[in-house]
């Protein structure tokens, strides 16, 4: 009889054992189908580091689950490319991206995604290389004293939208920075022209105060010579500052004239629409508040359109 007992009781203490552990794994299963879908989610709507979380708590729930750990490794390349695009690093966010788009059976969202950057950044390495041939050539053209002509060329990369956008922010920075330099370099040779011009007219000169007149005139025609037309054109142009002549039409708005205060306000809209105002000039700054206002828009959606 006690023989009977003791089977009945080991027969039930072994069923007990089987349910806790079937219990258990059903459990454990449940949750990690929960984390890996919490993961896919989170990756739909752009919280990756979420959805990192929750496939690291999926492996924990299954460990060296191949599914988990693929999308783990897939979301955390992803997060490096996407990094690597706002440090402006974009061979490095090229390499990435590639390596987001070739993993099989990952997330299909983040393959997509991976694509679409994968464009977007080829296109930005063909803007640097094509912006970084023009700023070579005026850099070369400031070495030579031609500074009319390297303010031609900066011109072709002022007038691309696409220069202002963050991308090229280095880029722009230098290409403002030879602006100035040209300016400076127009500035004092038209002076240094002038003087020399000035003194030998006053030497050879004996006669009455008409005479003077006369080659003071031949003085200013003999300055103006000796610079090139586009120099000539270029030196009417930024004579006398560092900023192209601006009328005073050019600075208002609506018949108003546009205020410090709303020029400050406005780079700050157009910074958040994702271009670089900073490296604006006022003048950019309210030529875009004039645009915006005549295409009947909002100044961040007109960055948005035509200065990204």
Do not use: C, P
Request: hydrophobic share 35%; glycine share 4%; charged share 20%.
């Amino acid at each position: 009889m006690k023989k009977w007992v003791w089977v009945v009781a080991t027969i039930v203490v072994a069923l007990l054992i089987g349910g806790y552990a079937y219990s258990n794994h059903h459990a454990t299963a449940k949750e990690y189908q929960a984390a890996m879908a919490n993961g896919r989610t989170a990756i739909q709507s752009k919280h990756y580091t979420q959805a990192e979380s929750y496939f690291q708590n999926a492996l924990k729930r299954r460990l060296n689950d191949k599914t988990a750990q693929r999308y783990l490794t897939q979301t955390q390349r992803f997060v490096s490319a996407e990094n690597a695009l706002d440090d402006l690093h974009f061979a490095s966010a090229q390499k990435h991206y590639q390596t987001v788009q070739d993993t099989k059976n990952g997330s299909q969202v983040l393959t997509k995604r991976a694509q679409d950057r994968l464009k977007q950044v080829k296109t930005i390495r063909g803007n640097v290389k094509q912006f970084k041939k023009l700023l070579t050539q005026a850099q070369g053209q400031n070495e030579a004293l031609n500074y009319g002509q390297s303010n031609t060329t900066l011109d072709e990369l002022f007038n691309n939208s696409k220069f202002r956008q963050r991308y090229y922010k280095n880029l722009y920075s230098q290409a403002l920075a030879l602006r100035k330099a040209n300016n400076a370099g127009q500035t004092a040779s038209l002076a240094s022209s002038a003087s020399s011009t000035a003194a030998a007219s006053s030497s050879e000169s004996s006669a009455t105060s008409s005479s003077t007149a006369t080659s003071s005139s031949t003085a200013t025609s003999s300055s103006s010579a000796s610079l090139t037309s586009s120099e000539q054109a270029a030196a009417k142009n930024y004579s006398g500052s560092n900023e192209y002549t601006v009328t005073k039409k050019q600075k208002e708005l609506n018949g108003k004239t546009i205020t410090a205060d709303q020029i400050a306000s406005a780079r700050k809209t157009i910074n958040a629409a994702g271009v670089q105002a900073d490296a604006m000039s006022d003048q950019d700054v309210r030529v875009a508040l004039q645009q915006a206002n005549k295409k009947d828009m909002s100044l961040s959606a007109y960055a948005k359109q035509y200065l990204q």
